[in-house]
């Protein structure tokens, strides 16, 4: 069986009936993170100039606009939530990859708005689309040098895959749908730092929407665009093996339970957050001031080492990217919030001036691994002559780390009020804590309006 039938197969035969328990309740977690951040974001101008346009395209719809008052089309909505998503980088990630929820949370509630779903046709199809992302992340050799920007590219299949099971494709539709696809996803690494980085994600969103929908219109593609010469795997990932292991696992193992998902703590790049975890653990500890650091080495990844890439940073999306900014800030204020990353904050000279003496180190002895490490080493040196080290392996958010159940709510509430009132941000955790239990999802759609 090919690789694109595999997945076709396993969309078809999903039931939430049959999900893992823990599956569903990870979901919901995902699905919580995903609203709070793109609320959150829908204020930043990236995600504000994609909404003037869906509002420009659409002038009517009935799939709600997050943040913004109004309704659109279906695929406009999924466009200008996905970006919103992003846009503040505060959105959880997956082990091999980046955002795998952020591109399929926007396009699911759009076209689940616009379709009339219940909440376990939502978990149903989110969870369809994960598992496919996820299992194709996992197929991939270290796909960590090739460029792409995975929630752009992966992403895009899982969105994919997650609309064509609110449409109940049947399984020609669905290889149909995935090698539209092959032909819509992209995002490369060089725009980091840009408004085009979320914008890859409201892509992505978008292409699952349409290529859902023009399946069901029978249009057509090669039903092995993913494995064919030619295909996404060799032209994106280089020929990487496909069509064994964890393609093979689908529906019989689930990430959501296996790996689960890592929440962000801090509102920029994800590589750096071990970095962060260790420089407050350092200042906390031995009380460690700006005004004594004589010098912080950080020595990372390979895959750390080519994306954090912003010395200093010009701008509040380079400030996401920049090691040096993120850990000068946190030693400064001693936390690294939304606060943070506006283009005055990353302007803030005693951050600047410290920023200057923290020097980012490639260490090939430091590996990710398939278990979600991202390892980072921070060594403060003080002008006194003491120093003081601290590794991380796992940050704060991961499964190995995991937040609270209130940490969790808190940094929903915190970013849903960045559009939304109070009653309507409360009233959202409780949709989502009983999501399966939904009949409609659209009063829940509706409280996201802002």
Request: net charge neutral; hydrophobic share 40%; charged share 20%.
């Amino acid at each position: 069986m090919s690789v694109t039938a595999r997945i076709a197969r396993f969309v078809v035969e999903t039931r939430y009936e049959e999900i893992p328990s823990k599956a569903v309740e990870v979901g919901k977690t995902a699905f919580l993170d995903c609203l709070g951040v793109a609320l959150a974001g829908s204020k930043e101008a990236s995600a504000k100039i994609c909404a003037q346009i869906a509002r420009q395209e659409n002038a009517s719809g009935d799939a709600t606009v997050f943040g913004q008052g109004f309704k659109s089309s279906a695929l406009s909505a999924a466009f200008a939530n996905g970006t919103a998503a992003h846009a503040l980088d505060y959105d959880h990630s997956f082990t091999l990859m980046g955002q795998p929820t952020a591109p399929i949370v926007p396009a699911v509630l759009a076209f689940g708005e616009s379709l009339g779903a219940c909440g376990r046709q939502l978990l149903e199809a989110y969870v369809s689309g994960f598992e496919v992302t996820a299992k194709l992340a996992l197929s991939l050799r270290d796909s960590s040098q090739d460029g792409w920007h995975a929630p752009g590219t992966l992403g895009s299949f899982g969105a994919s895959a997650a609309c064509a099971k609110l449409l109940r494709l049947n399984s020609s539709e669905i290889e149909m749908a995935l090698g539209i696809t092959a032909s819509m996803a992209s995002g490369v690494v060089s725009n980091f730092g840009t408004m085009t980085k979320p914008l890859h994600v409201g892509l992505a969103a978008k292409n699952g929407v349409l290529a859902a929908k023009l399946a069901q219109s029978g249009y057509t593609a090669n039903a092995r665009a993913l494995e064919a010469g030619n295909g996404f795997y060799d032209m994106y990932y280089r020929s990487a093996p496909a069509g064994n292991g964890p393609l093979e696992q689908l529906g019989q193992s689930y990430e959501l339970v296996k790996n689960g998902i890592r929440i962000k703590a801090y509102p920029c790049g994800g590589l750096t957050h071990a970095a962060i975890d260790a420089a407050l653990d350092i200042r906390e500890k031995h009380h460690v001031t700006p005004e004594e650091v004589e010098a912080v080495d950080v020595d990372v990844s390979e895959h750390t080492y080519n994306r954090i890439v912003f010395k200093i940073p010009q701008t509040g999306l380079q400030g996401k990217f920049s090691m040096g900014y993120i850990l000068s800030r946190a030693l400064v204020d001693g936390r690294v919030g939304l606060d943070a990353f506006t283009d005055a904050a990353v302007r803030d000279p005693r951050v600047l001036e410290l920023a200057e003496r923290v020097n980012m180190r490639l260490d090939r002895s430091l590996k990710q691994s398939n278990e979600g490490s991202r390892p980072c080493r921070v060594l403060i040196r003080l002008k006194d002559g003491r120093s003081f080290s601290r590794q991380v392996e796992f940050a704060k958010g991961s499964p190995e780390v995991p937040l609270s159940p209130q940490e969790l709510r808190g940094k929903f509430s915190e970013c849903a009020r960045q559009a939304i009132d109070d009653k309507s941000t409360e009233r959202i955790l409780e949709y989502v804590e009983r999501l399966e239990t939904l009949k409609d999802i659209r009063p829940l759609c509706q409280l996201l309006l802002g």
